[in-house]
């Protein structure tokens, strides 16, 4: 779940398990989302994207939610993996106009094998 | 065949002194970005180049200076080191102008700057 504070919130499952990465995001007019997986000591990486005319979209293991009325994104992970810790960041952007992509403050997933 | 990449790696100086990071990407892409990540993982994003100019300056002190010699290059330099300059440092890069609508944002693997 979320905490608050000084500390990256933290989701641990166990192997096997299915993951869901929640991200609030602020900007009523965003209309473009990605997720970004990092690894410890690397740079973020695409996952998966969804634009606003969506409400779901599915990748290899991956699921994004989207829910603009509540301006809240979810990622779900089906059948996590070790591979799968990592800290995962939403980032949200308006495709017109000279905007930079906003991060979320990220999720730190532990995979418990 | 790194797709974008920063040097130095590791970066440990003294308050006050002037440094730099380079970011190089083969990828053929227009825009470059600079990111800064803090110790709670918070990516804010710093400056943004299109082919050589610059696009997006997000109130980053003046001792932060970015130089593109190129679309395929894009360093910082810093004056003045504080130790709130303490962080890692993303280069990344993309295809699109300004906003990254096919998400292919790609990062270098950071620059870890401590300042003492």
């Known amino acids: 779940g979320e905490s608050v504070g000084l500390h990256l919130p933290t989701l641990s499952v166990q192997e096997g398990d299915n993951s869901i990465i929640n991200c609030a995001y602020s900007n009523s007019a965003s209309d473009y989302f990605i997720w970004y997986k990092q690894e410890s000591g690397k740079g973020p990486q695409f996952i998966i994207d969804i634009r606003s005319n969506m409400d779901k979209r599915q990748g290899q293991r991956v699921t994004v939610l989207l829910n603009k009325t509540v301006k809240h994104l979810s990622l779900q992970i089906a059948a996590t993996q070790p591979g799968d810790s990592a800290v995962y960041f939403c980032a949200e952007n308006r495709e017109s106009g000279n905007t930079p992509l906003v991060f979320g403050k990220g999720t730190r997933l532990s995979v418990i094998a | 065949d790194t797709a974008v990449s920063q040097t130095p790696k590791y970066l440990v100086t003294q308050m006050g002194n002037d440094k730099s990071i380079k970011c190089e990407q083969n990828?053929?892409?227009?825009?470059m970005y600079w990111y800064k990540q803090d110790s709670k993982k918070f990516l804010k994003i710093m400056f943004s180049y299109n082919n050589k100019e610059l696009i997006i300056n997000e109130t980053v002190p003046n001792r932060f200076s970015p130089k593109s010699p190129d679309k395929a290059h894009l360093n910082l330099h810093i004056n003045s080191l504080e130790l709130g300059d303490s962080a890692v440092y993303f280069c990344a890069s993309s295809q699109e102008v300004q906003t990254p609508s096919t998400g292919e944002l790609f990062f270098g693997e950071g620059s870890r700057l401590t300042v003492l």
């Open positions: 990828l053929g892409h227009d825009t």
